[in-house]
């Protein structure tokens, strides 16, 4: 099995670890993959050098050309499935394929690969003509969770067309990451018990919320520390937020870092204050750093924390309820370590990336009937 990976994003989320994970691990049982990705972005740079990479990106949705050399890619490497990974590569391989029919690269259909796409949000699919016709063309869809999966069936998907294979986690590798000392790096006090947050700073990620809730926090737990790894459009307004509550001391956004893996491993306790979320791979980092989890009741989250048992849920969007969940769990340092070794055993059961790989896979087999 040959599969051709698409990515458009030149900067680096979760989506773009997952697609890494996918890509490195087909390769490690056997199978043949190789990369198209944007000539300056981080993918490019991150992934395995034993994988092909082909520096490609569209400049919109609608890019002709770019889809044009996107055809001459599939024609040189004949591969069985092209696998999507965000909107803009969906649009641009779902021309490419149509380019090489139309220039008779393809005429009757029976070289075509399949083509398949991952949904890694929980939106609902825009309906204008052009999402309409691409998404058509789309052979299998593959959700990151099973609420994903249930809205795309909402907005008109056939079911038969979907399939939840949940996100994964390289948890030996985390493992193998070695702390960081935040209180040092950031002159914390010693004492200080850390609450973090790993997300860009947009505006469904929520942390305007969690930085409501900090102030709520404080004043019931006076040592308590926020650290928000992210970067993001919304940086200037979470921080003026910060400045208006005069929480400088206790709230600090200190952009992206390299080593964040790391630095939840310094985490005493991580926060995801999501308004919307598909799944939300930093959760799985973090159960896979035995931190305990507070997090809202939305997307896919519920399918990840388990609710007294790993974390605790709350509802989005609720400020209150999320300061007296953190200060729960911040006050009670059993229950944080039974929850972050429930975590910990949760993530390598359920979310192993050996796990997502065979799984997705076993959709290229049958998508293209080589099971």
């Known amino acids: 099995m040959f599969s051709l990976h698409v990515d458009t994003a030149r900067t680096w989320r979760g989506g773009q670890g997952q ?26 740079r ?24 996107f055809s001459r890619v599939v024609d040189r490497l004949r591969p069985d499935v092209v696998h999507a990974h965000d909107p803009h590569a969906v649009a641009m391989a779902a021309l490419a394929l149509r380019l090489r029919r139309q220039n008779g690269h393809d005429p009757s259909g029976s070289s075509r690969p399949a083509l398949v796409a991952s949904r890694r949000v929980d939106f609902h699919l825009k309906r204008n003509p052009l999402s309409r ?11 990151a969770s099973e609420a994903i999966r249930q809205m795309l069936v909402a907005d008109g998907i056939p079911e038969g067309e979907t399939i939840t294979v949940h996100e994964g986690t390289d948890v030996d590798r985390i ?3 070695p702390a960081v000392d935040l209180r040092e790096v950031f002159g914390l006090p010693r004492e200080s018990l850390i609450v973090g947050n790993v997300a860009a700073l947009v505006s469904h990620k929520g942390q305007r919320y969690l930085i409501d809730a900090a102030e709520l926090v404080i004043r019931e737990v006076p040592d308590a520390r926020f650290v928000i790894l992210g970067e993001g459009e919304l940086r200037s307004e979470l921080e003026a937020r910060v400045r208006e509550r005069r929480l400088e001391k206790h709230v600090l956004l200190p952009g992206f870092r ?11 306790l991580f926060v995801m204050s999501s308004v919307t979320e598909g799944l939300g791979t930093s959760l799985l980092d973090a159960m896979a750093c035995s931190r305990a989890i507070v997090g809202t009741r939305t997307g896919g989250i519920p399918e990840v924390v388990q ?20 200060i729960r769990i ?14 910990f055993a949760s993530v ?7 796990r997502m790989v065979a799984e997705t896979a076993a959709v290229y087999a049958r998508v293209t009937h080589k099971a």
Not at 309 to 314: A, F, Q
């Open 307 to 326: 609710d007294k048992v790993n974390g605790l849920l709350v509802p989005p969007q609720d400020h209150e309820a999320l300061a007296h969940a953190i």
């Open 133 to 143: 016709w691409k998404y058509r063309q789309v052979d299998c869809f593959i959700t």
């Open 330 to 343: 911040l006050r009670d340092a059993g229950l944080r370590q039974r929850m972050g070794e429930t975590g």
């Open 258 to 268: 390299t080593d964040v893996l790391g630095c939840i491993k310094g985490f005493d």
């Open 46 to 69: 991150r992934v395995d050098s034993t994988i092909e990479f082909i520096p490609l990106a569209p400049r919109s949705e609608l890019d002709l050309p770019a889809a044009w050399r």
């Open 19 to 44: 697609v890494r994970l996918t890509v490195q691990g087909l390769h490690a049982i056997g199978q043949q993959a190789a990369l198209v990705a944007h000539p300056s972005g981080e993918l490019g």
């Open 348 to 354: 390598r059961e359920r979310f192993g990336v050996e």
């Open 175 to 177: 493992l193998r990451e």
